[in-house]
C-alpha cells in the first residue's frame, strides 16, 4: 500500500490538496490495516486521514528545499524507465 505515497516535496507545480489527502489516506490505510474501515471505525478513520493531511500540507509549506524543483513529468518518465528496467513492467507497445 505505502508504495502509493509519493514524494510530495520540491515539485513544480506544488503538490495538490488532492495529493496531499491520497497520501495521507494511503497512510491511514497502511497503519490501520485496512482499506475500508467498518461502521464503527469510520469517523477515527476519516478524521485521522483530514487530520494527517493537515499536518502534511503544513510540513510542507514549511520545509525548504535548496535543490530547485522537479519536473512531475520528467520524474514520472524516469520512474516509469526504472520499473521497465527492472522487469516490473513491460515496455509499452509501439
Given at each position: 500500500m505505502c508504495r502509493n505515497i509519493h514524494t510530495l516535496h520540491n515539485f513544480e507545480p506544488a503538490a495538490s490538496s488532492e495529493e496531499v489527502h491520497?497520501?495521507?489516506l494511503q497512510y491511514v490505510r497502511?497503519?490501520?490495516g485496512t482499506?475500508?474501515?467498518s461502521k464503527a471505525n469510520q469517523?477515527?478513520?476519516d478524521?485521522?486521514?483530514h487530520e494527517?493531511?493537515?499536518?502534511?500540507q503544513h510540513l510542507l509549506d514549511d520545509l525548504?528545499?535548496?535543490?530547485p524543483p522537479k519536473n512531475r513529468e520528467v520524474e514520472a518518465a524516469k520512474a516509469r524507465e526504472?520499473?521497465?528496467k527492472s522487469g516490473r513492467y513491460a515496455a509499452p507497445a509501439a
Amino acid at each position: 500500500m505505502c508504495r502509493n505515497i509519493h514524494t510530495l516535496h520540491n515539485f513544480e507545480p506544488a503538490a495538490s490538496s488532492e495529493e496531499v489527502h491520497a497520501a495521507a489516506l494511503q497512510y491511514v490505510r497502511k497503519i490501520s490495516g485496512t482499506t475500508k474501515p467498518s461502521k464503527a471505525n469510520q469517523e477515527a478513520f476519516d478524521r485521522a486521514v483530514h487530520e494527517i493531511a493537515h499536518i502534511t500540507q503544513h510540513l510542507l509549506d514549511d520545509l525548504v528545499a535548496v535543490a530547485p524543483p522537479k519536473n512531475r513529468e520528467v520524474e514520472a518518465a524516469k520512474a516509469r524507465e526504472r520499473a521497465i528496467k527492472s522487469g516490473r513492467y513491460a515496455a509499452p507497445a509501439a
